[in-house]
């Protein structure tokens, strides 16, 4: 560890000596084996709920903005279809071309994760995230006025390379305010934004499919627009609310911010500490965090394809123009209740990878009956997709929480996070092109492929917990345990 990270924790036992109304004293703290001060648990939850009310609510806004303005394409390549209104019939696209649009994104979002969050670490999370939203937002607007297939594709990769630093960003945030124990909970929170992203997309589509032709646009073109200015107009929202570090908010007082680094000293990440070349090697060269990244590749390809193709999807169970705009919310509603409560279990039993792996079983086992059911079968596969959905973005958060409470320090979580997610757009890539639409209303080919990663996840998951238990065994005195 650095020479500054050791200068901080000095700094901290020094804050924890002179602060006590935070801070209480055991009765044998006198004793020889106790010399330091615990933490009031009182003064911990009513700070953490304090936190949570500013951190969750301001993260969770931004990442449902985010979410629509990246998936709406999916809505627009149906809206209005059957009076030749949609995205592909008005731009005069290929479902080729269709599918290049969207690859872009993810080209993009590729390239730029991890330098986005290294400028977020340079300029502050509040500064950089409202820059982020102002132009993705702007951004989404824009593609209203694409007239061909170049004007989408570059509209397309510009949003992507704004949206790029988005999700990694907030995860490692999150490292500078929550226990390893208290994240997966919060970013299912986040990540439930998603969810609520997706049913309210899709409601918001079908109410703009009221007024095609109003101004004289297609309503793919209104729903560009509409979804796209919010983010615009939250960005002072985001600027002056979005917690930075604990070290430094003006919203928390002096002795509440004592505490809020007090708490987290040796088990989360520092906003102060520098990025080494030392601790870059060990988390480019440590094998274990590659199968870590292989598990998200495995959720990405479920991810994207459902979060692209689900209102194609529901087209071909039998709903017709706006109605399967409509009949795609109860699946993002019913997943919203399922992430939280399966990072809550997670959490609390501190059980992430059994989550992990218990998510990836239930959504390959779904995806597959809905491969082999027959094409008419519209109300079981209806309802298989709606437990596709939701243990599909199940596994994130617990996931999420695993990999970064199993990084050492606070060097290896600035490139991790975002390498993690980057490395996952592979997977993203793969979920564009499984779903044919030559193949509705059974889509073969997508269900089977989801089933069989969600699989390879799932037994790739009970490896990697394998991994850290043999480590756990081997620890050395004092050396603080792997995460399971």
Request: charged content about 15%.
């Amino acid at each position: 560890m650095s020479h500054d990270v050791e200068a901080a924790f000095d700094a901290r036992e020094s804050i924890e000596k002179e602060k006590q109304e935070s801070i209480i004293q055991l009765e044998d703290a006198k004793s020889p084996d106790n010399a330091g001060f615990v933490i009031d648990p009182h003064a911990e939850r009513r700070l953490v709920r304090k936190i949570d009310m500013r951190m969750l609510s301001v993260a969770t806004i931004i990442y449902l903005f985010s979410f629509i303005d990246r998936n709406n394409v999916g809505n627009a390549r149906i809206l209005n279809k059957n009076t030749g209104d949609d995205l592909l019939q008005t731009l005069h696209l290929s479902d080729n071309q269709y599918l290049i649009g969207l690859m872009v994104f993810f080209i993009a979002y590729t390239l730029f994760e991890v330098p986005s969050t290294y400028y977020l670490k340079k300029f502050r999370p509040s500064r950089w995230f409202s820059l982020l939203m102002l132009l993705w937002g702007a951004m989404t607007m824009t593609i209203a006025a694409t007239q061909n297939f170049a004007g989408l594709i570059v509209t397309r990769f510009l949003l992507g390379a704004f949206e790029a630093g988005l999700f990694p960003g907030i995860v490692y945030c999150l490292t500078f305010w929550y226990k390893p124990s208290e994240r997966a909970a919060r970013i299912a929170f986040i990540l439930a934004g998603a969810t609520l992203g997706g049913a309210f997309g899709s409601a918001i589509a079908f109410g703009i499919g009221q007024i095609n032709g109003a101004g004289g646009l297609q309503a793919w073109r209104w729903l560009m627009i509409i979804e796209g200015a919010p983010s615009v107009l939250a960005v002072p929202l985001i600027y002056f609310f979005y917690p930075d570090y604990p070290e430094s908010v003006r919203w928390l007082s002096q002795e509440e911010r004592e505490l809020a680094a007090a708490r987290i000293a040796g088990v989360a990440s520092l906003g102060h500490a520098k990025l080494t070349w030392a601790d870059a090697r060990a988390a480019l060269t440590d094998w274990r965090i590659y199968l870590h990244h292989a598990l998200w590749v495995c959720y990405s390809v479920a991810f994207s394809s459902i979060s692209l193709f689900a209102p194609t999807i529901v087209q071909g169970l039998g709903f017709e123009g706006l109605s399967a705009q409509l009949f795609t919310v109860p699946p993002y509603a019913i997943a919203f209740v399922v992430v939280l409560s399966v990072a809550r279990l997670a959490d609390r039993f501190e059980a992430r990878a059994w989550a992990v792996c218990g998510s990836f079983l239930i959504c390959g086992i779904s995806f597959a009956i809905q491969g082999a059911l027959s094409p008419t079968a519209f109300t079981a596969r209806y309802a298989l997709l709606c437990v596709s959905v939701s243990f599909a973005f199940s596994i994130a958060g617990p996931q999420l929480s695993w990999f970064s409470g199993n990084l050492r320090n606070t060097s290896q979580t600035t490139l991790g996070i975002p390498l993690h997610v980057s490395i996952a757009t592979f997977g993203q890539i793969i979920g564009l092109f499984i779903y044919k639409s030559n193949e509705s209303p059974s889509f073969p080919t997508g269900h089977f492929t989801n089933a069989a990663v969600m699989f390879t996840g799932a037994i790739l998951t009970f490896i990697l917990r394998a991994v850290y238990v043999r480590r756990n065994g081997r620890l050395a005195r004092g050396e603080p345990p792997w995460k399971l």
